[in-house]
């Protein structure tokens, strides 16, 4: 007979902002500390993404604090500086901790390769493993994710879509290289 859980739900508030790439969701603790940002269409991956971190999730309708809805904005709408002012609180191993932490100082307009963050990181050879952690990542675009490219340059997988990761490439003003 399976176990259950008798730890009780964790419950975060779920907002949805419009975006010029889709509808965001931003799900926040009673802090108002951005939990998870993910896109409508890749609720189901969000979801199952919360629960791996947090076991158990409630999510109910609750607005985003409006500091945090106005620095996306912004971002969207160009002010690149931003994301570095909206807060957030991350659940995950220590090694994804230190992974999204390091994801979260590429500046905006630069890309960094998988191999160069797992240096960064003082962790060469763990190349693998911090896709993987990149891939697991809950906070979209504010701990971002695209901004890691191949080792030649390439556009390589993003969990909201390539064409997503290509907008937000440009849109920082970084020359996106098409495949040939």
């Known amino acids: ?35 998870a940002l993910d896109w409508e269409d890749y609720e189901h991956r969000m979801r199952e993404l919360l629960r791996l971190h947090y076991g158990v999730v409630e999510l109910s309708g609750q607005a985003a604090p409006a500091a945090m809805r106005t ?12 994301l570095p002012g909206i807060a957030w609180r991350i659940a995950g191993t220590p090694f994804q901790q230190k992974v999204w932490t390091a994801l979260a100082q590429i500046p905006a307009g630069t890309t960094m390769s998988y191999g160069a963050l797992a240096a960064k990181i003082e962790m060469p050879k763990a190349i693998r493993a911090v896709g993987h952690a ?14 890691l490219i191949g080792a030649d340059g390439s556009l390589v997988k993003y969990g909201g879509g390539l064409e997503r990761k290509r907008w937000l490439l440009r849109h920082e003003g970084v020359e996106v290289r098409e495949p040939l």
């Open 1 to 35: 007979m399976a176990s259950r859980s008798t730890k009780p739900p964790i419950s975060f508030g779920l907002d949805r902002l419009t975006t010029p790439i889709g509808t965001a969701l931003l799900v926040t603790d009673a802090e108002g500390a951005l939990r």
């Open 71 to 82: 620095a996306l904005s912004g971002y969207f709408e160009g002010d690149l500086g931003q």
């Open 134 to 147: 990149n891939g697991s990542n809950p906070i979209s675009v504010v701990l971002p994710c695209h901004r």
